[in-house]
């Protein structure tokens, strides 16, 4: 589907919807340099695939290498250099107002628990109905994974209660 602004494509590997829980990933080809779409109220876990990037948030820059995830707002100010040349960008956003999510890469060799999801890097997750998944497949649900990975840990805002005296 096409990037809010125009400028590139994305796979959408969990889609937003009503019902998402407040995240959605995506995977994103970067073919050219230029700017980010805004995204208000949410908060951003940007990490580069294939090659190292170079991205400009609100001002500021950084040498992003491949495989580290780098959070920044949803509204901010971002371009990005491809300096190394075309690179894909795994996205996984989370509205601030329902969740928060940490996104670590690890070398892995273990089961898939609830409230995780992650996005296979290198190496393959095999899923209890025996389908095999391979690089940048989304696994959320019961999976013995072997290789590299990109874990995402997902929680929920809860609303703080008040007191009335």
């Known amino acids: 589907m ?21 995240w959605w990933v995506s995977v994103a080809d970067l073919t050219q340099p230029g700017p980010f779409s805004s995204f208000p109220g949410v908060e951003r876990v940007f990490t580069p695939v294939g090659a190292d990037v170079e991205l400009t948030v609100d001002g ?7 495989g580290r995830p780098f959070r920044f707002d949803g ?46 890097l ?20 019961p999976a013995h994974v072997l290789g590299t990975a990109l874990v995402i840990n997902v929680a929920p805002i809860r609303p703080s209660s008040t007191t009335h005296p």
Not at 126 to 141: F, N, Q, S, T
């Open 2 to 22: 096409p990037w809010r602004n125009g400028q590139g494509t994305t796979r959408e590997l969990r889609p937003r919807s009503e019902h998402d829980g407040g």
């Open 60 to 66: 500021t820059t950084h040498q992003l290498p491949a």
């Open 75 to 120: 509204e901010a100010d971002v371009s990005a250099a491809l300096p190394w040349g075309p690179a894909r960008a795994i996205n996984v956003f989370a509205e601030r107002s329902v969740c928060r999510v940490d996104v670590r890469r690890r070398q892995t060799q273990q089961l898939v628990r609830p409230g995780t999801a992650l996005v296979v």
């Open 122 to 141: 290198e190496g393959t997750a095999h899923l209890a109905d025996g389908r095999d998944l391979g690089p940048l497949d989304l696994v959320e649900g």
